[in-house]
């Protein structure tokens, strides 16, 4: 019997599987520590944001938390 959490996909051949609840769990807690670094390197150390930091760290982010995912798994 399949579970209504676990998702799996096929991308160029490889499968792949996410449990739904553990992934954006992840999700945000990666987003929120990249958050902190971000306002860090700001405020501490003069870093200038550019137009691309936000969406790049969306992205980085959800594939970062993906990665810790299947390494915790």
Same mark, same amino acid.
């Given at each position: 019997?399949?579970? %209504?959490?676990? +998702?799996?996909?096929?991308?160029?051949? #490889?499968?792949?599987? $996410?449990?739904?609840?553990?992934?954006?769990?992840?999700?945000? %807690?990666?987003? +929120?520590?990249?958050?902190?670094?971000? #306002?860090?390197?700001? $405020?501490?150390?003069?870093?200038?944001?550019?137009?691309?930091?936000?969406?790049?760290?969306?992205?980085?982010?959800?594939?970062?938390?993906?990665? $810790?995912?299947?390494?915790?798994?």
């Amino acid at each position: 019997m399949e579970d %209504k959490e676990t +998702l799996h996909f096929t991308i160029f051949g #490889l499968n792949f599987t $996410l449990h739904k609840k553990r992934y954006f769990a992840l999700v945000m %807690k990666v987003w +929120l520590i990249m958050c902190v670094v971000l #306002l860090v390197s700001v $405020l501490g150390f003069s870093y200038e944001m550019t137009s691309a930091d936000i969406p790049g760290g969306f992205i980085a982010g959800a594939l970062f938390a993906y990665l $810790l995912h299947i390494i915790i798994e």
